[in-house]
């Protein structure tokens, strides 16, 4: 079955260091990857996407995220966090063609220390 | 408006009763999504609509959940005899095309249901 795995359920960094949330995926072929970010009382709203190509993906608020096939993985990453970063932040994967839904992971809650 | 628009924004029922869900997609969108978000969970995919048809829905719990999409832009979420195990959010997401030209899904703010 289609899944999509983020190992840590909380992660907590220092304002100013830098972040790696982990996410891993299992399709039978390579789909499309994506990674949401939700604030309290707001939507999911999309930081990046991975359909082909380039395997270092840049998104939104300085995030990026970096396919690798041979892990099956699509971790996103920040170099200087700040206190707004903190959230709950989704990993989702589609696959390639038809009409299916997005299968999200179960979330990461990352929190900013002062 | 300029997002997706959901209403309510929270529905308190009592177990047994009927509710409905409503969503206002982005104008122009064609293709509209339903997830359902448990506590502590990631949005778990129910139903996409391109136009006004349902073109999967694989991810409806059971029969009790239906949805419908009339004329192509505002769709509805409908649950009968609502149980606790219903109690969630319930998001909605719109984008301009769908199937294999999806681009970025925009979500709604979502309604909460809570199921006494």
């Known amino acids: 079955a289609q899944s999509v795995t983020q190992p840590d359920i909380h992660i907590t960094v220092s304002e100013g260091a830098s972040l790696e949330l982990r996410c891993n995926y299992s399709y039978g072929a390579t789909p499309y990857l994506f990674w949401y970010v939700q604030s309290p009382g707001q939507g999911l709203q999309l930081l990046l996407k991975?359909?082909?190509?380039?395997?270092l993906v840049q998104g939104i608020k300085g995030f990026e995220a970096e396919f690798k096939r041979s892990q099956s993985s699509f971790n996103l990453r920040k170099p200087s966090v700040h206190w707004s970063d903190a959230a709950e932040y989704f990993c989702a994967a589609r696959g390639g063609g038809g009409a299916d839904g997005l299968t999200f992971g179960k979330g990461t809650h990352l929190i900013i220390q002062p | 408006g300029a997002g997706v628009s959901q209403t309510p924004s929270n529905k308190v029922t009592e177990k047994g009763k009927y509710v409905e869900l409503r969503c206002d997609p982005i104008s122009g969108h064609t293709a509209l999504y339903w997830y359902r978000q448990s506590l502590g969970q990631g949005p778990e995919f129910l139903i996409y609509?391109?136009?006004?048809?349902?073109?999967?829905d694989s991810g409806l719990p059971n029969d009790r959940f239906f949805a419908v999409r009339p004329e192509g832009s505002v769709s509805t979420l409908k649950i009968q005899r609502t149980e606790r195990g219903d109690s969630a959010v319930y998001l909605c997401?719109?984008?301009?095309?769908?199937?294999?030209?999806?681009?970025?899904?925009?979500f709604g703010e979502g309604s909460r249901l809570t199921v006494l």
């Open positions: 991975y359909f082909s190509g380039d395997t």
């Open positions: 997401a719109s984008s301009l095309f769908g199937g294999a030209n999806t681009g970025e899904l925009f």
């Open positions: 609509f391109q136009g006004t048809g349902a073109a999967d």
